[in-house]
């Protein structure tokens, strides 16, 4: 049965209402069959960015889930009435969702981020998560001329997942723009969560994370 998510827009950037238990079934139903797509993570910052940027908000419109990773966004759609949700960062989404493919024996394509640090979170991921398979990897610095070859690897890869660490807004772009030529089942955009995952930036405390004030951290 597929779970039946509500998208609603939050000063015209749109947003789903959801929580992390229905993400991840959202995403279970993702990789089981149901119709595959893009998961945007949407924070203050994408939101503002969206109202003056066509190309990013067209991205975020064609995507298959909208997670709300900033609470002021979760806090915009409350005060607004708009419906309910919590907060689903995208640093912890995408471990859970390797989490699954370790368990369902599925691929994992890893796009992004320097050649040092994607090789390091290659190399870390399957200890993290045991039976997590690479099916391949690729730094972010391509050439446009290069991307068809690289499009031609991820998809003889013949992985499930495809993690997009380009910074935003460049992985909605890009995913938008190279996802219908993609055989994966769902892109991810994760940001600098390679890096974090490789040890290189750290994230906030668990304090500020608890208190939605992450942020904040980020800022000072």
């Given at each position: 049965?597929?779970?039946?998510?509500?998208?609603?827009?939050v000063?015209?950037?749109?947003?789903?209402?959801?929580d992390?238990?229905?993400?991840?079934?959202?995403?279970?139903?993702?990789?089981?069959?149901?119709?595959?797509?893009?998961?945007?993570?949407?924070?203050?910052?994408?939101?503002?960015?969206?109202?003056?940027?066509?190309?990013?908000?067209?991205?975020?419109?064609?995507?298959?889930?909208?997670?709300?990773?900033g609470?002021?966004?979760?806090?915009?759609?409350?005060?607004?009435?708009?419906?309910?949700?919590?907060?689903?960062?995208?640093?912890?989404?995408?471990?859970?969702?390797?989490?699954?493919?370790?368990?369902?024996?599925?691929?994992?394509?890893?796009?992004?981020?320097?050649?040092?640090?994607?090789?390091?979170?290659?190399?870390?991921?399957?200890?993290?998560?045991?039976?997590?398979?690479?099916?391949?990897?690729?730094?972010?610095?391509?050439?446009?001329?290069?991307?068809?070859?690289?499009?031609?690897?991820?998809?003889?890869?013949?992985?499930?997942?495809?993690?997009?660490?380009?910074?935003?807004?460049?992985?909605?772009?890009?995913?938008?723009e190279?996802?219908?030529?993609?055989?994966?089942r769902?892109?991810?955009?994760?940001?600098?969560?390679?890096?974090?995952?490789?040890?290189?930036?750290?994230?906030?405390?668990?304090?500020?994370?608890?208190?939605?004030?992450?942020?904040?951290?980020?800022?000072?």
């Open positions: 049965m597929l779970v039946d998510v509500k998208r609603v827009e000063v015209g950037v749109p947003v789903d209402c959801v992390v238990p229905v993400t991840h079934r959202t995403v279970g139903d993702i990789l089981s069959g149901a119709a595959g797509g893009n998961i945007i993570a949407v924070n203050p910052e994408k939101v503002m960015r969206a109202r003056s940027d066509p190309r990013l908000l067209d991205a975020l419109r064609g995507a298959r889930l909208l997670i709300p990773d609470i002021g966004v979760v806090l915009a759609a409350r005060i607004l009435g708009l419906g309910r949700m919590s907060r689903v960062p995208g640093s912890e989404l995408m471990p859970a969702i390797c989490e699954i493919a370790a368990r369902e024996g599925r691929g994992v394509f890893l796009f992004g981020a320097s050649p040092e640090v994607n090789a390091m979170v290659a190399q870390i991921l399957p200890e993290r998560y045991p039976g997590l398979r690479i099916a391949g990897r690729h730094h972010g610095y391509v050439k446009d001329d290069e991307m068809p070859s690289l499009i031609d690897e991820i998809n003889r890869s013949r992985a499930d997942v495809l993690f997009v660490a380009l910074g935003s807004p460049k992985q909605e772009y890009w995913m938008a190279n996802g219908p030529r993609l055989n994966v769902t892109c991810q955009g994760v940001g600098g969560t390679f890096d974090v995952i490789a040890g290189r930036i750290k994230r906030a405390p668990a304090l500020f994370i608890n208190l939605h004030l992450e942020w904040l951290y980020r800022l000072l």
